[in-house]
């Protein structure tokens, strides 16, 4: 099963993979397409005390975005090779513990998938009172998610995004702007002034990252999870080191590992 490369959408019939516990390297995968490998993550439960122990270096990502944007696709796809035409909103917390390598460096990942929440709480009370378990304000990083073909989403994460600066400290905090649904964004749209203020917004002014992708056709999903990993590191601003013994199969590889990124 051929891994669709940049820019180019394959048919539906080969969307869904099996579920194979093997390692992705997703920088490999972008550059020169290559097998659906996925990786069988686990969702958390409804209460924070069911999931996996946090580590003091696990990274906790956070997808937040307007309803039917396709968080949980993107997600999905990342994690599983899986996308499901049928649309079912999420409506509760979901969490997945993938494994990252970026630059030979091994990142333990929570990433929680949330229903739309009509706020960012100020205060951590607030939190506890209607976002308990979320882990809203703890998060190392956030990914917003907008809908290319409906660019009223966008005013949802620009108003979230707002919030979250005034709640807490973003300075070491990554925040990542995606546009997704990169396959519906027609050309009548891509070429108006709203979608290039969008763009120029998120670049010059917010000055953070921004991918646009297709969750349906697995395009570029690897790069957001790629240019997050890469912010998060720059925040570090430590050099790369080498992995943990565990990850020394993939330098089996016959490619460049001056800047891959794996799931493991």
Same mark, same amino acid.
């Given at each position: 099963?051929?891994?669709?490369?940049?820019? !180019? /959408?394959?048919?539906?019939?080969?969307?869904?993979?099996?579920?194979?516990?093997?390692?992705?390297?997703?920088?490999?995968?972008?550059?020169? $397409?290559?097998?659906? *490998?996925?990786? !069988?993550?686990?969702?958390?439960n409804s209460k924070e005390e069911d999931s996996p122990a946090d580590t003091l270096d696990r990274v906790k990502v956070i997808f937040l975005g307007a309803s039917g944007v396709g968080k949980?696709? *993107?997600?999905? %796809?990342?994690? #599983?090779? !899986? /996308?499901?035409?049928?649309?079912?909103?999420? !409506?509760?917390?979901?969490? /997945?513990?993938?494994?990252?390598?970026?630059?030979?460096?091994?990142?333990?990942?929570?990433?929680?998938?949330?229903?739309?929440?009509? =706020?960012?709480?100020?205060?951590?009370?607030?939190?506890?009172?209607?976002?308990?378990?979320?882990?809203?304000?703890?998060?190392?990083?956030?990914?917003?998610?907008?809908?290319?073909?409906?660019q009223d989403t966008f005013q949802y994460i620009r108003t979230l995004r707002e919030q979250i600066y005034e709640a807490r400290d973003m300075r070491g905090v990554p925040l990542l702007v995606?546009?997704?649904? %990169?396959?519906?964004?027609? %050309?009548?749209?891509?070429?108006?002034?709203?979608?290039?203020?969008?763009?120029? @917004?998120?670049?010059?002014? #917010? &000055?953070?990252? =921004?991918?646009?992708?297709?969750? &349906?056709?697995?395009?570029?999903?690897? %790069?957001?999870?790629?240019?997050?990993?890469?912010?998060? +590191?720059?925040?570090? $601003? &430590?050099?790369?080191?080498?992995?943990?013994?565990?990850? +020394?199969?993939?330098?089996?590889? +016959?490619?460049?590992?001056?800047?891959?990124?794996? @799931? @493991?």
């Amino acid at each position: 099963m051929e891994r669709a490369k940049d820019n !180019e /959408f394959p048919s539906s019939s080969i969307l869904h993979a099996n579920k194979r516990l093997l390692e992705l390297d997703l920088d490999y995968l972008e550059r020169r $397409g290559g097998n659906t *490998i996925t990786y !069988e993550g686990a969702e958390g439960n409804s209460k924070e005390e069911d999931s996996p122990a946090d580590t003091l270096d696990r990274v906790k990502v956070i997808f937040l975005g307007a309803s039917g944007v396709g968080k949980t696709s *993107i997600i999905r %796809q990342f994690v #599983w090779s !899986e /996308f499901s035409e049928e649309y079912r909103p999420t !409506e509760r917390r979901e969490t /997945f513990y993938p494994s990252v390598v970026l630059a030979d460096r091994l990142y333990e990942l929570k990433i929680t998938d949330l229903p739309t929440i009509p =706020y960012f709480p100020v205060s951590s009370h607030l939190e506890w009172t209607d976002f308990r378990y979320y882990g809203l304000r703890s998060a190392t990083a956030y990914v917003l998610v907008f809908d290319l073909s409906n660019q009223d989403t966008f005013q949802y994460i620009r108003t979230l995004r707002e919030q979250i600066y005034e709640a807490r400290d973003m300075r070491g905090v990554p925040l990542l702007v995606v546009g997704n649904k %990169q396959d519906e964004l027609s %050309q009548t749209v891509a070429s108006g002034t709203r979608y290039r203020d969008i763009v120029n @917004l998120v670049r010059k002014h #917010w &000055r953070c990252s =921004y991918v646009e992708c297709s969750a &349906r056709f697995n395009c570029r999903v690897v %790069q957001v999870f790629r240019e997050l990993m890469k912010s998060i +590191q720059a925040i570090e $601003g &430590r050099p790369n080191s080498p992995s943990p013994a565990a990850t +020394q199969p993939m330098r089996s590889h +016959q490619h460049d590992t001056s800047e891959r990124c794996i @799931l @493991l």
